[in-house]
């Protein structure tokens, strides 16, 4: 985590809180690849059913009340 690889503001809120992008995948039933290309890719734009699948996430295994704007313009 936080291993000096390029980050997106979703991906740099996981290292943050510890949250590995494995946990996220399972949580969502997104592939591990999709997760690390949202994690890695500031410039990625994920489908609007996908950011609520990862904003449900990240609000399940941080209690922090997130939104889409925090991470995406």
């Known amino acids: 985590m936080g291993l000096g690889k390029r980050r997106s503001p979703f991906g740099a809120f996981l290292d943050r809180h510890r ?4 946990n ?13 290309d949202i994690c890695s890719d500031p410039d990625y734009r994920p489908r609007r059913s996908t950011v609520t699948l990862l904003l449900m ?8 009340n997130v939104d889409k704007r925090d991470f995406w313009a």
Do not use: N
Not at 19 to 22: A, P
Not at 30 to 35: F, G, N, Q, Y
């Open 24 to 36: 996220i995948a399972k949580l969502t039933g997104l592939s591990r690849d999709t997760v690390s």
């Open 57 to 64: 996430a990240a609000k399940q295994l941080t209690g922090k």
């Open 19 to 22: 949250i590995k992008q494995e």
